[in-house]
């Protein structure tokens, strides 16, 4: 059987995407092919490397608007036979031809129960909305902004007094553990989108 082949997009330091090489990457038959990037210099293309995996930048200043610099994305994500692309704080909005061209082969991780808190800063939306419980959600990517299929979903309790550096650090924590567990998930064909729009994982019989 041949590997599932995972290509990640990051633009930082690459926290999620060493989690994923740490617990996923050569195992289970789950392998990482590429790794891409907005930025040059992103630490999390020097992971990369340190894994002996490809990766490529696509520098936003290099291409004529976001279709192209997406396009070209594109064309070396499938080049490098990708079954699913992994979100690991990409922070660029993909084009709707983007989304279109690995429908249901995207997944993102979110620092948020969704539909609760969705877009930019989802922790310091949580701490103003004073709840006591925020998480984490792995979920498809569509067009909308953090609106596609949410595959899994765990509960992190805010810290009493509202203290956001605890709550980062264990909504990161939280993010390492599961998205590799939803990754693994999908390659190994246990999650389905249906034709209403949700996401159904097959449990084990």
């Given at each position: ?8 997009l ?16 050569g ?22 490397l ?150 159904v ?5």
């Open positions: 059987m041949s590997n599932f082949r995972l290509v990640v990051a633009s930082g330091t690459g926290t999620n995407l060493q989690a994923i090489l740490d617990r996923l990457h195992r289970d038959g789950v392998e990482v092919v590429g790794v891409g990037s907005d930025k040059a210099g992103a630490r999390a293309l020097a992971r990369a340190e894994a002996e995996v490809e990766t490529a930048a696509f520098p936003r200043d290099e291409y004529a608007d976001r279709e192209a610099r997406d396009a070209a994305m594109g064309d070396w994500i499938e080049a490098r036979g990708a079954d699913l692309v992994v979100l690991a704080g990409y922070m660029q909005l993909l084009s709707a031809a983007f989304v279109g061209r690995f429908r249901n082969r995207i997944v993102n991780i979110h620092p948020a129960l969704l539909p609760a808190f969705p877009g930019l800063d989802a922790i310091g939306q949580a701490l103003a909305a004073g709840v006591e419980t925020t998480g984490v959600s792995v979920h498809f990517v569509d067009e909308g902004v953090d609106t596609g299929p949410v595959l899994l979903q765990r509960e992190v309790a805010v810290p009493a007094g509202g203290d956001r550096a605890r709550l980062e650090r264990a909504i990161h924590a939280t993010e390492h553990e599961l998205y590799p567990e939803a990754i693994r998930m999908i390659a190994a064909g246990r999650v389905r989108i249906e034709a209403n729009g949700h996401c994982v097959v449990t084990d019989e």
